[in-house]
């Protein structure tokens, strides 16, 4: 117990109470069968010994406060807003142009949109953890999420026409092209970088009111699914009802399921990032993006002489259930996974409090 408490004094000392060691422990991996060893029944049991063995100078402790809640500023709000408003802007060029200058509206449209989207996610409730490490994962992360974006923009138009024997032409923007663009699930997602980072930040504040009222690990624990899967919920929602409005506003066809499952994919994945969990989504996005890439390698494989083959899964897919079908699948069984993930990690003391550590 002296050898722990030497390791982990300058926690303990800093500690307001039992709990935030606790999650402080749980964040350096020490576990239920590590508190055993210290013939204790849990992490917290374990904890109140530590906090009862440091030494106060014999006055009281302050009093448990609240732990700091970020506050809504309303800068990371006109941030998250960017995104959105860029997005409509370049739709609405779209529509008015034609020709090159339809082009250059796109082109200039969608560096807008991602230099606003990399802006909202470094500031607010959406951004992340800094280091070497971090900055290494979000290279990675980051460009699986433009796979992905830009498959929800292009991937079913050029896989219809790659199944078909083309494409013929390159993509005009136009819903009613050649190779068609899905312009309203699109911007739907920019517009739901509002809502992701209001999501964010009311997870981030209920866990810490949560954290400072729960008397043990558990407790928070119990308490803090519900929040999760609420909050979860409540962004799907909203998704939902962008995805409703922009379809109506555009006049354009929506598939639900594929625009709700990359959403699900991305809010999951950002939710982990912001909380030190950096690997998990790098590798789920990843292997979303894979599964879409060779949706599209496989039929252009198939045209080579003795492969045709090849293109027979994604045929039967597409013929089967739709275009749609390939991305709604591979971001869905993502997020599933992400989900599941973050049921157990974001409903940690560790993933929230002030001490807890990077993974």
């Known amino acids: 117990m002296k050898t722990l408490l030497h390791r982990h004094r300058e926690l303990c000392e800093r500690a307001v109470d039992p709990l935030e060691i606790a999650a402080g422990l749980e964040a350096h991996g020490v576990t239920d069968r590590t508190a055993a060893r210290f013939r204790h029944r849990d992490v917290f049991s374990l904890a109140e010994e530590l906090y009862a063995r440091v030494p106060r100078g014999g006055e009281p402790g302050p009093p448990a ?44 449209g969608v ?26 994962s979000a290279n990675a ?11 929800a923009l292009l991937g079913d138009g050029l896989l219809h026409a790659l199944v078909r024997g083309g494409p013929d032409a ?5 819903p009613d092209g050649p190779w068609p663009t899905a312009t309203a699930p699109a911007l ?9 980072a209001w999501c964010a930040h009311l997870l981030t504040a209920g866990a810490r009111r949560r954290l400072v009222g ?16 609420g909050t979860f919920a409540l962004f799907l929602g909203v998704l939902t009802a962008l995805l409703l409005a922009c379809g109506t506003v555009l006049h354009a066809p929506v598939a639900y399921p594929q625009p709700l499952a990359l959403g699900a994919l991305l809010l999951l994945g950002r939710l982990l990032t912001v909380h030190h969990h950096r690997h998990a989504p790098a590798l789920l996005l990843g292997a979303a993006a894979v599964t879409e890439a060779l949706a599209v390698a496989l039929p252009c494989a198939a045209r080579l002489p003795g492969c045709a083959a090849l293109a027979a899964p994604v045929r039967t897919l597409v013929n089967t259930w739709g275009e749609a079908a390939v991305p709604a699948l591979a971001c869905g069984i993502a997020a599933l996974v992400l989900l599941i993930h973050a049921g157990r990690t974001l409903t940690q003391a560790s993933a929230h409090a002030p001490t807890g550590a990077p993974e």
């Open 65 to 108: 406060e609240p732990l700091p809640v970020p506050r809504v500023r309303a800068d990371w709000i006109l941030l998250t807003l960017l995104p959105g408003a860029l997005a409509t802007a370049t739709v609405a060029g779209l529509r008015l142009t034609h020709g090159r200058p339809r082009l250059l509206v796109a082109l200039v």
């Open 111 to 136: 560096l807008a949109v991602a230099f606003a989207a990399r802006a909202a996610l470094r500031r607010g409730p959406l951004a992340g953890p800094l280091g070497t490490h971090a900055w290494r």
């Open 141 to 151: 992360t980051r460009a699986w999420t433009l796979w992905l974006l830009g498959y």
């Open 170 to 174: 390159l993509p005009t923007g136009a």
């Open 188 to 196: 739907a997602l920019t517009l739901a970088c509002a809502p992701a």
């Open 214 to 229: 729960s008397r043990g690990l558990g407790d928070f624990t119990a308490a803090a699914k519900p929040l999760l899967f």
